[in-house]
């Protein structure tokens, strides 16, 4: 009796530490973070202040489900990547001739 008590005891305390080592947590690439997640609907990195990165990063956190892990990899990705000056946009309005007569 005694020592079924011992084994089952010793059982139930390793049980824990053998969950543990399966569940070791690889590192997420930045790049492969942001490639996977954000590119489904973000063809193109735009560039925003750090704050406001954080800020929509925290945002998409939530919105696309992503892991605590996925979400710092992609904040580090936007935080390192050079974002290429984007080519100048023709912004003004055509002038229309309205006459009245």
Request: charged share 25%.
């Amino acid at each position: 009796m005694k020592k079924t008590l011992i084994f089952s005891l010793l059982c139930l305390t390793a049980l824990p530490l053998l969950a543990q080592s399966r569940h070791k947590k690889t590192p997420v690439d930045p790049d492969d973070a942001y490639k996977n997640n954000c590119m489904r609907c973000h063809a193109a990195v735009q560039e925003y202040s750090p704050a406001k990165t954080a800020t929509i990063v925290m945002h998409m956190h939530v919105r696309a489900n992503l892991t605590e892990e996925e979400t710092q990899a992609i904040l580090r990705y936007l935080q390192d990547t050079p974002v290429k000056p984007a080519a100048k946009q023709h912004t003004e309005k055509p002038e229309t001739n309205q006459t009245t007569d």
